[in-house]
């Protein structure tokens, strides 16, 4: 969809799943852009953590790809490009995450660990594939607690 039906769709479907008041929650999409195209992923991923906490709890959203997805829909919705079970020499990256400035390699895990996440990013050296995409190159391990229902730990590393 273009622009326009995308910031139509977040302005009329945020403020559902965030508290009754709209404007907080348009604040709050504002800062998560702001952070994702500053590169500060660790605010970006402060803010998603208690944007997730909000949303109700629905059956069967204890797998991990009810996360990727959601993530996916946020970012496209803040009109970043995105791409999911990227495949490398060595797997598949979860999620790619790419802005004007920074390439951003996601491993999501699900009631596992932050540490567990990176190991896999490392050990199938999933930056590699990206060598030449003329950006720098981040990597972020992310553990959904399932639970709690949002984003339990992460951890991120520059190449």
Sequence with gaps: PNKEVRLGLMESLLPHYVANNA???NTMVAYLSRDIRN??????????QTFLSTIPQCDNTKYEGHYQQMFYVIFSLLNFYVDVEVR???GRVDMVLRTKTTLYV????????ADMAMGQIDLKNYPERFALCGLPVV???VNFDSERCTIG???IERE
């Design 139 to 141: 990597k972020v391990a």
């Design 106 to 113: 996601m491993e999501l895990k699900l009631d596992k660990n």
């Design 39 to 48: 590169g500060d992923m660790d605010a970006a991923l402060h803010r998603l």
């Design 88 to 90: 490398t020499p060595r």
């Design 153 to 155: 730990e992460w951890r």
């Design 23 to 25: 404007e907080e929650a």
